[in-house]
């Protein structure tokens, strides 16, 4: 070896910090190996919210919950699958118990974090939370990184706004409580001019948090530094094979290597491999995002599994010489709206979990075109909500009709005839929506029923929050793509994050997290953050139980309050 550190932490994205700080508290030596120029993976670029199960602020404010409660809900939502061991009980058991501690520790971190004040779990199910069991990271002045402050990838929201706050900001014009939110994110914006500040929100605030912490703790970062191989000495992982600046050089693990790198998201070949019928050019994670470290998993006999799992998230793709792909959950959950395949035929319920949503995108393909599906609304939405990143109103960019990405007909045969619909289907599945619409129930796909579904939609629409009529001229549509916001399968853990083999024997010396890893959601996204929560927990549990085979001291313990 060329040098030799306690743990090599392969990626710096959530979790790699958390792990570095549980490591840092029991006094070993952590090296974090970055292979790109940017810190903070694809959970800075996010919302950078967790889902944590009966924690410290739900306590504090008199919310319930309980593993008990937590693990009933998992158990109904995501179930025992035997090609799914990510998700066994018994990984679903730790995560529970251990996801509240994760908190705890990085709370006595000096981490602020908070709790959304609502964020619906995403089933009706035994164990829902309606309030939701959603946190996330108080604003972050970014300029107390320094130097350090080019290297944090940028977020996707660059203003001063909490999430909760930033879902307000379109409203601005119907409610004086948006205004309000509207005023006060001003007033933060001149006082950090006037300051000298940059406050973070979501992931990259997250992000920051935990890499400004990670330094002071001395925890060594190094960027442009990919991972070519793992070490592997008598069965044991032993460190790895790093190149820097065309150099390469092997690093030593005395307690182990958490890989942290990522899915494939942004690999078209393994997509075609595993995920036949996705395309990189629908995904919204960083393009960096290429599974090379679950492929090295692979190579030194690790197991995988779920490797057909992702986060979908359903994008429209906006014009332009780099286009900027839109999330657009939120839109079509909004009243005045519905989903359609290319025949013009409604097909599936537009609010609720994004996972189900593009699974059932890309199931309704094999028997009738819908990939991409049409979004459909009127001009009682364009009014009153945001349509693929842009606000309220019905100026939209001329380069948006002159490409033919957003459709336009004065009436809705004319607007079938404009997108290749039948016009009688489409005529069809409007008339029968607008008819639940006066009824105030979606009889085929029962929209609007669930909280997150309300909460999806417009609280200020009188009749439903979900349900509104598509009939005042013209009509608008634009396509919609089964996107995603990362891979779900990977190299297959334990309950101690440590890596497995075919045969269900660990890898000593290999743990892993993230989005590296077959995730212990399964098939579905139990509530907002089901992918970070999970990641931040996992590299928790990872350093623990690193520290306590080392013999040493454990991980000083932070109880809630």
């Not at 996330?136 to 080019?150: M, N, R, T």
């Not at 906006?318 to 409604?346: E, F, L, N, T």
């Not at 396509?479 to 024997?505: C, I, M």
Request: glycine letters at 12%; proline letters at 6%; hydrophobic letters at 40%.
């Amino acid at each position: 070896m060329n040098e030799t550190f306690d743990f090599v932490v392969v990626g710096s994205g959530g979790g790699s910090m958390c792990a570095a700080l549980a490591l840092r508290a029991a006094g070993k030596s952590v090296l974090i190996l970055e292979k790109t120029s940017l810190v903070g993976g694809t959970t800075a670029a996010s919302g950078g919210v967790m889902w944590i199960p009966n924690n410290r602020f739900m306590k504090s404010e008199g919310i319930e919950d309980s593993e008990e409660k937590a693990l009933a809900y998992l158990d109904a939502v995501v179930g025992d699958h035997p090609d799914a061991p990510g998700a066994s009980r018994t990984r679903r058991i730790a995560f529970v118990r251990q996801a509240p501690k994760m908190l705890d520790f990085l709370v006595s971190q000096g981490i602020r974090l908070r709790r959304l004040p609502s964020w619906p779990d995403h089933y009706q199910q035994p164990g829902e939370s309606v309030p939701g069991r959603a946190v996330v990271s108080e604003l972050f002045d970014i300029v107390q990184l320094g130097e350090w402050k080019a290297r944090l990838r940028p977020g996707f929201l660059p203003l001063p706004a909490n999430l909760d706050e930033a879902t307000q900001l379109p409203n601005f014009k119907r409610s004086w409580a948006a205004k309000k939110v509207l005023f006060r994110v001003i007033g933060r914006t001149l006082a950090d001019k006037l300051g000298g500040r940059q406050r973070a929100t979501a992931g990259q605030a997250l992000q920051a948090q935990m890499l400004h912490a990670a330094l002071k703790a001395g925890v060594e970062i190094r960027l442009d530094s990919p991972v070519q191989r793992i070490l592997v000495e008598s069965g044991r992982v032993t460190g790895v094979l790093v190149e820097k600046d065309g150099i390469a050089s092997n690093i030593g693990a005395r307690l182990g290597v958490l890989i942290n790198a990522g899915g494939f998201a942004q690999s078209q070949r393994m997509r075609d491999q595993f995920i036949p019928g996705t395309s990189v050019g629908w995904s919204l994670v960083p393009e960096t995002d290429t599974g090379e470290m679950i492929e090295e998993g692979l190579r030194i006999g690790a197991a995988v599994a779920q490797m057909n799992q992702r986060i979908g998230f359903q994008v429209a793709l906006p014009p332009g010489d780099r286009p900027v792909k839109a999330g657009v959950q939120s839109d079509m959950s909004k009243p005045h709206a519905i989903v359609v395949d290319q025949s013009g035929v409604r097909y599936i319920r537009e609010s609720g979990a994004t996972v189900d949503f593009c699974r059932g995108m890309i199931e309704r393909n094999r028997t009738v075109p819908a990939v991409p599906s049409w979004m459909v609304v009127d001009s009682q939405y364009l009014r009153k909500y945001m349509l693929a990143g842009t606000m309220p109103g019905a100026k939209k960019p001329q380069s948006w009709f002159d490409t033919k990405f957003l459709r336009r007909g004065g009436t809705l045969e004319e607007l079938a005839a404009d997108c290749g619909m039948d016009a009688a289907k489409l005529r069809a599945s409007v008339d029968r929506f607008n008819g639940f619409v006066r009824k105030g129930r979606d009889e085929d796909f029962r929209r609007g029923e669930s909280a997150y579904d309300r909460w999806l939609g417009d609280a200020l629409h009188p009749a439903s929050p979900s349900l509104g009529t598509i009939e005042e001229g013209p009509f608008f549509a634009l396509q919609v793509f089964p996107g995603d916001v990362s891979t779900f399968g990977g190299l297959v853990t334990d309950e101690h994050a440590r890596v497995l083999r075919a045969d269900g024997s660990a890898i000593p010396g290999l743990y892993a997290t993230g989005t590296s890893t077959a995730s212990v959601m399964g098939p579905v996204e139990a509530g907002g953050g089901g992918s970070i929560g999970p990641t931040f927990t996992w590299a928790y549990i990872a350093a623990g139980h690193a520290v306590q085979t080392s013999g040493t001291a454990p991980i000083p313990t932070a109880a809630a309050t």
